[in-house]
């Protein structure tokens, strides 16, 4: 397996920890005044001030009648406050359940896996992540505003608030106006904003999307990536976003993880440092295309010990 290097677009001198945006000060202030608990700063579990998850030898093995499946094996990731990480490789080498780890939804068989420096499940508890599945999932017999309210409404924030909070995620996913709609009457691009607001509406510190935007056209598709990307930049939430697309992983993130299967294992990570302010038009420079090249690579590669 290969080591964590980064390709750095702007030639600073660093390395796979560096070149990217985690370690400003800027980011542990406002970790602080967010009231983050102090057990999450200590540094006992050998994880950085500014981690978000951490994971040490994790391995997830499901039982089936056809003996045991290795989904996951010997993984090991760091993902700090306000990464963007993109996990990419080919079905079945363990992207969904690393995710589903990451939320609790799946238990790991060994290994460690700590979420805002507390367990998955004690970070569920704490709603520490949005989920956005890669069908939008809505209610239909709820308007728009009324799906977005829904985890508002199961959490028992009051209605001023609720009201407050859902016009702000519409905003952020530029729905305004569109609050009594029904899922129905919106695009397949626009209920996926709006399950994206639906994620961010209890302003959870981690943002997981599995294929968020796999079944939608291409042209929707890159207007979205712009759009996510953007509402990453204003957030500053961390985001574990799986693909299979190999430009969209580029153009998102900071750091790409390349997975391979049978057992899946984590082949290469990427630390990605295009300029946060990129358009779609980074995607013809040298520096993206290098930056695909490798991921490309690392997917061939990956694959080739499987023949
Ligand atoms: N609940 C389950 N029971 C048994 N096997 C599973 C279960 N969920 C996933 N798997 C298997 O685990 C492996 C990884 O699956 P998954 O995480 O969905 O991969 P990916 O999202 O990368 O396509 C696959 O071989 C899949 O068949
Ligand atoms: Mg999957």
Same mark, same amino acid.
């Given at each position: 397996?290969?080591?964590?290097?980064?390709?750095?677009?702007?030639?600073?001198?660093? /390395?796979?920890?560096?070149?990217?945006?985690?370690?400003?000060? $800027?980011?542990?202030?406002?970790?602080?005044?967010?009231?983050? &608990?102090?057990?999450?700063?200590?540094?006992?579990? /050998?994880?950085?001030?500014?981690?978000?998850?951490?994971?040490? /030898? #994790?391995? #997830?093995?499901?039982?089936?009648?056809?003996?045991?499946?290795?989904?996951?094996?010997?993984?090991?990731?760091?993902?700090?406050?306000?990464?963007?990480?993109?996990?990419? @490789?080919?079905?079945?080498? /363990?992207?969904?359940?690393?995710?589903?780890?990451?939320?609790?939804?799946?238990?790991?068989? @060994? @290994?460690?896996?700590?979420?805002?420096?507390?367990?998955? *499940?004690?970070?569920?508890?704490?709603?520490?992540?949005?989920?956005?599945?890669?069908?939008?999932?809505?209610?239909?017999?709820?308007?728009?505003?009324?799906?977005?309210?829904?985890?508002?409404?199961?959490?028992?924030?009051? &209605?001023?608030?609720?009201?407050?909070?859902?016009?702000?995620?519409?905003?952020?996913?530029?729905?305004?106006?569109?609050? &009594?709609?029904?899922?129905?009457?919106?695009?397949?691009?626009?209920?996926?904003?709006?399950?994206?607001?639906?994620? #961010?509406?209890?302003?959870?510190?981690?943002?997981?999307?599995?294929?968020?935007? $796999?079944?939608?056209?291409?042209?929707? *598709?890159?207007?979205?990536?712009?759009?996510?990307?953007?509402?990453?930049?204003?957030?500053?939430?961390?985001?574990?976003?799986?693909?299979?697309?190999?430009?969209?992983?580029?153009?998102?993130?900071?750091?790409?993880?390349?997975?391979?299967?049978?057992?899946?294992?984590?082949?290469?990570?990427?630390?990605?440092?295009?300029?946060?302010?990129?358009?779609?038009?980074?995607?013809?420079?040298?520096?993206?295309?290098?930056?695909?090249?490798?991921?490309?690579? @690392?997917?061939?590669?990956?694959?080739?010990?499987?023949?």
């Amino acid at each position: 397996m290969l080591q964590s290097t980064a390709i750095n677009i702007n030639g600073n001198a660093t /390395g796979a920890a560096g070149g990217s945006k985690q370690g400003t000060t $800027g980011k542990a202030e406002k970790m602080d005044t967010n009231g983050m &608990k102090p057990e999450t700063m200590t540094d006992e579990q /050998g994880q950085s001030a500014n981690s978000v998850v951490n994971i040490k /030898g #994790l391995s #997830l093995t499901f039982e089936t009648n056809d003996g045991p499946v290795h989904a996951l094996s010997d993984i090991d990731l760091t993902i700090n406050q306000g990464d963007f990480v993109s996990f990419i @490789g080919p079905s079945g080498c /363990g992207k969904t359940t690393l995710l589903r780890a990451v939320a609790d939804l799946e238990q790991p068989t @060994g @290994g460690e896996l700590l979420v805002n420096g507390v367990s998955a *499940r004690d970070a569920r508890l704490n709603r520490d992540y949005g989920y956005v599945f890669q069908a939008p999932a809505l209610y239909p017999w709820r308007t728009i505003a009324g799906n977005i309210s829904l985890p508002l409404e199961v959490m028992g924030i009051p &209605k001023s608030e609720r009201q407050d909070r859902i016009a702000r995620n519409m905003e952020l996913v530029n729905l305004s106006g569109f609050d &009594k709609k029904y899922p129905w009457q919106l695009s397949g691009g626009m209920q996926q904003r709006a399950s994206i607001a639906r994620a #961010l509406s209890f302003d959870p510190e981690l943002l997981l999307m599995d294929e968020p935007f $796999g079944a939608l056209d291409e042209i929707v *598709r890159d207007h979205l990536n712009e759009q996510l990307l953007r509402l990453w930049d204003k957030t500053d939430k961390t985001v574990l976003f799986v693909t299979h697309s190999i430009p969209e992983a580029v153009f998102l993130s900071s750091k790409i993880v390349v997975m391979s299967p049978r057992p899946g294992r984590i082949y290469d990570v990427i630390d990605c440092n295009l300029p946060r302010d990129r358009g779609l038009d980074i995607r013809e420079t040298p520096e993206f295309l290098e930056i695909a090249h490798r991921v490309r690579e @690392g997917l061939k590669e990956g694959h080739s010990y499987d023949d």
